[in-house]
Structures are given as C-alpha cells and as structure tokens.
C-alpha cells in the first residue's frame, strides 16, 4: 500500500510541476510568439527593403553561436536530453532561439517557427526539472516543455501532447511523461492565450457524406504527401551537409548563403519568404497555385536552414502541404478545401515521422468532422515517408516494421568550395 501511495504521489508531483513548466514556457513562448507575429507583418510590408538584409540575420545567428559557446545541439540535442542521453538543454538555448528566429523571420528567412518555441520549453523545462530533487525530473520535463512550446506557439494542445510524445523515439511512448505532458500542454495553452495568441483555424465547407471511394481517396492522396514529407527529409539532410562540406567557416558560410537566398527570394516576388502562411491561406481559397509550390518551398526552407539559419520547418510544411493537396485536388476528385486540410496535416506528419499528432492537428485546425479522411491520410503519409524525417530520431527495437528507405548522406562533392 505504501508503494502505491509513493507511486501515485510521485505521478502527482510530476503532473504539477509539468503544469508549472508549462505555465512558464507559455508564458516566454507568448512573449516570442507575439514579437514574431509583429515581425512577420513588418518583414510582409517590407519585403523588398528588409529581404537583402538577410545575410547580416545570418552574421548574427552565427556570432551568437559563437559568443553561446557554440551550438546547443538543436532539435537533436532537446532529442537526446529527452532520452536521458546528456545532461539537459542549456538555458542559452532561449536567447539564441530568440536572437537567430527573430533575425530570420525580420529579414523575410523561409523558415518555421516551431524548433525555436520546442527548444525554448525544452530549455526551460530541463533546467527547471534538473534542478529539483525529482527522480527523472529533469528529462520528464524535458518532454513536457517540449509539448509546452509546440502548444502555446499553434494554440493546439492536443497535437502538441501527441508530437512531444511520438517525436523523441519512433515506436515508443514514454509513459512517465503522458500527465506532465498533457499538464503543461494545456496549461502553456492557457498562458499563451492570456497573451493573445490564437490559433490559426480554417472552417472546412460541410463534408460530403462518408464514402469508402472518398476514403480510398483520401489514402492515395496520403501516400503521395508522404512522399512529399520524404522529399524533405532528403532536401534537409542533402543541402545541410552540402554547405557544411562546401563551406566549413560558419561566418562565410550563412554570408554567402544569405546573400544567393535574397536574391532568389526577390526574384520570385516574396511567394516563398516567411512562414509560409500566405501560400497555405491561398491554397485554401482556390487561387491559382502553382504545381511547383510545393517543392520550392522546401527547398527554400532546407537550404535555408541548412546554411546555418534558424527557426523551424513545420509552418513550411503546413504551407508545403496545402499547396500540394490544392494541387492534387481536382485530379482526385475531391473539394480543394479537404484536400489542402489533408496536405496540411499529412505532410507535417511525414516529414516529423509522427502519426497521431498530425490528425490531431487537423482537428484542431480544420474541424473534427475530417477525422476518418485525416486518419486515412495521416496513415498512408507514415508508411510512405519510408522510415525517414528531417529530424534524428530513435527508432525503438519492437518498433512496427515498415519499409525504410536509407537515405545517401549527402550529394556529391569534387572538392570544399572554400
């Protein structure tokens, strides 16, 4: 009896201090979420002023590394603190997150926002955790910042649970870390919201009524976002090592890149700059999408992250996604608006190796009542991705075994360009 009384007081705590973190990351990813959203609107209105400044994000993003004692480790260092592997994600990772996203986005960057909110509650969570006389505390509140970011920057608690619970390892979910997760969830949900921020929602038109021929649909379209989602993986991982390889200076390295990416931003009149909001709205609405948008986003974004700039890829994979689904639409026979709803969701699933957190997001964008058709899509997206995503997780051992795809390590290079 003692046991269990220890057993459910330990839960109990770790539920309220997950409630805790959770409070303080919706808090600070309020705060950054608000100046990003009055950065973006600056950097929209300004786009042909503020785009040649780029380079100098990139400048910054690199000193600040520089001055923070080099890199933080990233999204696979919030993985390894997650698993236990180090020893937490420093508290230097906020201001460098801060700093390098809000840089980027100012100067029109074609990256997300998501690796900043999930590294921010991840440092705070580690930190807070660590330092408390807890069993695990530390890595358990890892993962809960981890959800506590994701939930207060899209205002979509339940994906945000499910991501930070798929996410770290493939295959596994880490039972000790469902309560604080799920607290600190909704409660940087609520924080955030105090601050202002909302989710961005779309109102799907009424659904036709359930059809298995529209389900079938529904899962073609899938493997073929989940194919999009691979795509990525390989833009990511190609480009990343293609300047790491070609340009070992980090400072010449993001100079030179921010310099070639501003001038193909300007060329292409901004359609691929930002977040990537203003493409996924206008996939919605019917306008005339370009059946490379898709594409071009990614690359933007993977070559833009693989310079050296940060922020994130899941805003870039929503954009990516709506503009396939609009895309692939009428040659599937179904509404523009369910399948920019499907592409949204799928790719994002894809592209991260997650499963139930890209059907939860749907819902949560895009209504409930696409449940069956998201399910159906999401699915068919995690089997087609063939064991890849722009992130470096573990694959547990008894994981379900389904076909994998390994990926070259990088395009070939003759020879370092400098």
């Not at 330990?10 to 303080?24: C, E, R």
């Not at 922020?311 to 609009?326: D, I, K, S, Y």
Request: charged content about 10%; hydrophobic content about 55%; glycine content about 14%.
């Amino acid at each position: 009896m003692k046991t269990a009384w220890r057993v459910a007081l330990y839960h109990l705590a770790l539920t309220a201090l997950g409630a805790a973190v959770g409070s303080a990351a919706g808090v600070v990813c309020g705060i950054f979420g608000a100046g990003l959203q009055a950065i973006t609107a600056d950097a929209g209105e300004n786009f042909a002023f503020n785009v040649w400044f780029l380079p100098l994000a990139g400048l910054l993003t690199a000193a600040v590394f520089r001055i923070g004692g080099g890199k933080t480790g990233g999204m696979a260092g919030v993985f390894r603190a997650a698993r236990g592997e180090s020893n937490g994600v420093p508290l230097r990772a906020v201001g460098i997150q801060f700093a390098g996203t809000w840089s980027a986005h100012l100067f029109c960057a074609s990256v997300g926002r998501e690796g900043a909110a999930i590294q921010i509650g991840a440092a705070l969570g580690s930190n807070i955790g660590g330092n408390l006389p807890l069993r695990d505390a530390g890595r358990l509140m890892t993962v809960a910042g981890m959800a506590a970011g994701f939930s207060a920057l899209f205002m979509t608690p339940l994906a945000a649970f499910f991501f930070a619970m798929e996410v770290t390892f493939v295959g596994k979910l880490d039972g000790k870390a469902l309560l604080p997760s799920l607290a600190a969830s909704f409660a940087a949900y609520f924080a955030a919201g105090r601050l202002g921020l909302e989710a961005h929602t779309f109102i799907l038109p009424v659904l036709p009524s359930f059809r298995w021929t529209l389900l079938a649909k529904t899962f073609a379209l899938g493997a073929i976002f989940g194919l999009a989602g691979l795509f990525f993986a390989f833009a990511s991982r190609a480009l990343r090592r293609f300047f790491h390889v070609a340009v070992k200076n980090p400072f010449v390295r993001v100079l030179a890149a921010g310099v070639m990416l501003s001038c193909l931003l300007y060329l292409t009149g901004g359609r691929y700059a930002g977040l990537g909001t203003d493409l996924a709205e206008a996939a919605f609405a019917g306008e005339n999408m370009r059946a490379y948008d898709w594409a071009v986003k990614i690359l933007f974004t993977a070559a833009t992250l693989g310079a050296g700039f940060i922020g994130g890829e899941v805003t870039t994979m929503f954009a990516a996604g709506a503009a396939l689904g609009a895309v692939l639409a009428e040659p599937f026979g179904i509404s523009v608006q369910l399948a920019v709803c499907l592409g949204y969701a799928a790719v994002f699933g894809a592209s991260t190796g997650t499963l139930l957190a890209p059907v939860f997001l749907g819902g949560e964008v895009f209504g409930f009542a696409a449940a069956p058709y998201l399910a159906a899509a999401c699915l068919a997206a995690y089997i087609f991705r063939f064991g890849q995503s722009v992130y470096g997780q573990r694959i547990f051992p008894r994981a379900l075994h389904l076909p994998r795809l390994r990926i070259p390590r990088a395009l070939p290079l003759p020879q370092r360009l400098y």
